[in-house]
C-alpha cells in the first residue's frame, strides 16, 4: 500500500500562483501513472492533469497552458504547478498514483488540500 500527502494548498488571489506537491510513500510500485484531480462544492471530482511513466501529460481543458504537471526521476513525488489562478480553481486537490498489482492496476489517493482563490 502506499501513501500520498499532499501540500502546498492555501489561499491566494486571482491572478496568482501556487505549486502543490504529493509525496508517495516507497519507491518500490513502479507507478505507471500520477495525477491531480479536484472537487469544487456541488461539482464532480474532474481530472486537473497527470502523467504517466513515459512522461505523457493530460490536462482538462480549464487549466491548459496555466498548469504544469511534473513528476520526480521515480514519480515519487508529483507536482501542479498552478499560474493565473481564477476564483473556478477553487476546490479540493487530491493527488493519485497508480501502479500494478497482479492483475489490476490500484488507485490510491491522498487526503487532499485547499486551494481557495479569491477574486
Known amino acids: 500500500q502506499v501513501q500520498l500527502v499532499e501540500s502546498g494548498g492555501g489561499l491566494v488571489q486571482s491572478g496568482g500562483s501556487l505549486r502543490l506537491s504529493c509525496a508517495a510513500s516507497?519507491?518500490?510500485?513502479?507507478?505507471?501513472?500520477r495525477g491531480w484531480y479536484r472537487q469544487a462544492p456541488g461539482k464532480e471530482r474532474e481530472l486537473v492533469a497527470s502523467?504517466?511513466?513515459?512522461?505523457?501529460?493530460n490536462y482538462a481543458d480549464s487549466v491548459k497552458g496555466r498548469f504544469t504537471i511534473s513528476s520526480d526521476n521515480g514519480m515519487n513525488l508529483v507536482y501542479l504547478q498552478m499560474n493565473s489562478l481564477k476564483p473556478e480553481d477553487t476546490a479540493v486537490y487530491y493527488c493519485?498514483?497508480?501502479?500494478?498489482?497482479?492483475?489490476?492496476?490500484?488507485?490510491?489517493w491522498g487526503q487532499g488540500t485547499q486551494v481557495t482563490v479569491s477574486s
Open positions: 493519485h498514483a497508480d501502479y500494478r498489482r497482479l492483475l489490476r492496476t490500484v488507485r490510491s
Open positions: 516507497g519507491s518500490i510500485f513502479s507507478f505507471n501513472a
Open positions: 502523467i504517466t511513466n513515459d512522461g505523457s501529460t
